[in-house]
């Protein structure tokens, strides 16, 4: 089991009941695509406006959605180097992968929309924004978002969280 550094920010009133969650599926997500090496991960959990806001500065568009994935590097999807020692953090000695933000009232509202629970509309949407700090996309049709979704849906079923 590698130390993964999972800070998650709340930016919503009272507790935040996803924090166990979050932790296991991006360290399940991790060890599912070979990661060996501890790793850092910055997630929000924000509003769909605190979404919209980020949306807006970062990708000049202008709504709100439901993750934002912010890769730290450009990584190959599936083959993920055998030697980072170069990409270290040198403070922390870890594998700074990038920032995940998701909107917790989108979260709500398409778990409801698609009949499932949050805690699968939550877990899907790490796991998809943890392929993406991993080099993953799904900008095609294609072979590319075939392979994404095919391992989208091996993690969400090692995890264990049904549609």
């Given at each position: 089991?590698?130390?993964?550094?999972?800070?998650i920010?709340?930016?919503?009133?009272?507790?935040?009941?996803?924090?166990?969650?979050?932790?296991?599926?991006?360290?399940?997500?991790?060890?599912?695509?070979?990661?060996?090496?501890?790793?850092?991960?910055d997630?929000?959990?924000?509003?769909?406006?605190?979404?919209r806001?980020?949306?807006?500065?970062?990708?000049?568009?202008?709504?709100e959605t439901?993750?934002?994935?912010?890769?730290m590097?450009?990584?190959?999807?599936?083959?993920?180097?055998e030697?980072?020692?170069?990409?270290?953090?040198?403070?922390?000695s870890?594998?700074?992968?990038?920032?995940?933000?998701?909107?917790?009232?989108?979260?709500?509202?398409?778990?409801?929309?698609?009949?499932?629970?949050?805690?699968?509309?939550?877990?899907?949407?790490?796991?998809?924004?943890?392929?993406?700090?991993?080099?993953?996309?799904?900008?095609d049709?294609?072979?590319?978002?075939?392979?994404?979704?095919?391992?989208?849906?091996?993690?969400?079923?090692?995890?264990n969280?049904?549609?």
């Amino acid at each position: 089991m590698n130390n993964h550094d999972i800070y998650i920010d709340w930016e919503l009133s009272g507790p935040n009941p996803y924090r166990p969650l979050l932790t296991r599926v991006i360290t399940a997500a991790l060890a599912a695509e070979g990661v060996q090496v501890p790793c850092g991960v910055d997630v929000l959990l924000t509003t769909d406006e605190g979404i919209r806001e980020i949306n807006r500065e970062l990708r000049d568009v202008d709504r709100e959605t439901d993750v934002l994935s912010f890769p730290m590097f450009e990584l190959t999807p599936g083959e993920f180097p055998e030697d980072v020692s170069d990409l270290l953090d040198p403070g922390s000695s870890l594998l700074p992968l990038g920032d995940m933000a998701l909107s917790v009232e989108k979260i709500k509202s398409q778990a409801e929309e698609f009949g499932h629970s949050q805690e699968r509309e939550i877990g899907y949407l790490t796991v998809h924004s943890v392929l993406h700090l991993l080099g993953y996309d799904h900008l095609d049709e294609g072979p590319m978002k075939k392979q994404m979704r095919a391992r989208e849906n091996a993690i969400m079923e090692y995890l264990n969280i049904p549609r």
